[in-house]
């Protein structure tokens, strides 16, 4: 059974940082694109950052370039999303996505990050 755990989150100032992780276990890591996604109250859900198998490429939204820098460790099947200078329009609940080819992804349950003063 494929599961996906992420930990990480909180209440946070505006300006602060923190890192989410996301566990993975059931699944081969290393053959899946890890992705972060959020959604915000009303909001669609929206790519945040994604890395490809073995750490090779990653990608950001233009709202979070030079801010967020995603990377996994795959001996420990884990991806991570380090946020830093944080706004209050960060706050949403973040998902991690287990991809590979079209139509094989496995998603987490979320954790909340709020940025508030």
């Known amino acids: 059974q494929v599961q996906l755990v992420e930990s990480g989150g909180g209440l946070v100032q505006p300006g602060g940082s923190l890192r989410l992780s996301c566990a993975a276990s059931g699944l081969t890591f290393s053959l899946y694109t890890m992705t972060w996604y959020r959604q915000a109250p009303e909001k669609e859900r929206e790519l945040v950052a994604s890395?490809?198998?073995?750490?090779?490429?990653?990608d950001y939204a233009d709202s979070v370039k030079g801010r967020f820098t995603i990377s996994r460790d795959n001996a420990k099947n884990t991806v991570y999303l380090q946020m830093n200078s944080l706004k209050p329009e960060d706050t949403a609940v973040y998902y991690c996505?287990?991809?590979?080819?079209?139509?094989?992804?496995?998603w987490g349950q979320g954790t909340q990050v709020t940025v508030s003063s």
């Open positions: 996505k287990a991809s590979a080819g079209m139509n094989l992804n496995y």
């Open positions: 890395i490809t198998r073995f750490g090779g490429s990653t």
